[in-house]
């Protein structure tokens, strides 16, 4: 799904139980945000996410049980949200994706994943870690991940050039 407009769509829900791969690109132009949309999607045989957004819609994953690998990409305008909404999806999210065995987090997306979260899932399946940008990225987000990760057998961390 690449830059979908739900417009005035409260709730989709996609049942794809043969889905093994998703892409979704929800980046709509300034203006174009629906942040009451919620799409459920229902993909039980999905391996692999690749998720990027900028919080447009309230995107929910249940049924995760044979994902492999999810990269994810969270970004966030000024006052798109009101925080308890970002909150209450990215909670949800987070116990969504830790199954994952391989996972990567791009820039940002540690702070929206894991900022203010004291109920963190267990990433016990996980055993390798991409992080791909230091540019907003806080050490204490990585260790409180790992820490909840311990199976990890590899972990990738960007090279940062001075």
């Known amino acids: 799904m690449d830059h979908c407009e739900w417009m005035n769509v409260k709730t989709i829900k996609i049942c794809a139980p043969a889905l093994k791969s998703c892409i979704i690109h929800d980046s ?3 203006g174009m945000e629906n942040i009451d949309c919620h799409v459920k999607v229902d993909a039980q045989s999905l391996i692999s996410l690749n998720y990027m957004s900028l ?3 309230e995107y929910s994953f249940p049924n995760l049980c044979l994902l492999v690998t999810a990269s994810v990409n969270i ?4 006052g798109r949200h009101v925080y308890h909404k970002l909150y209450n999806w990215t909670t949800k ?3 969504e994706i830790s199954k994952a065995k391989i996972l990567t ?3 940002g997306t540690f702070e929206k994943l894991f900022e203010n ?3 963190k899932p267990e990433f016990s399946n996980m055993t390798h870690l991409i992080v791909e940008s230091y540019s907003t990225f806080r050490v204490r987000y990585l260790l409180d991940l790992l820490l909840s990760s311990p199976n990890v057998e590899s972990l990738v961390l960007p090279t940062t050039s001075h």
């Open 105 to 107: 987090l791009a820039n």
């Open 117 to 119: 979260h004291p109920e």
């Open 93 to 95: 999210f987070l116990k």
């Open 28 to 30: 709509p132009p300034d």
């Open 75 to 78: 970004k966030r305008r000024e």
């Open 55 to 57: 919080g447009s819609c």
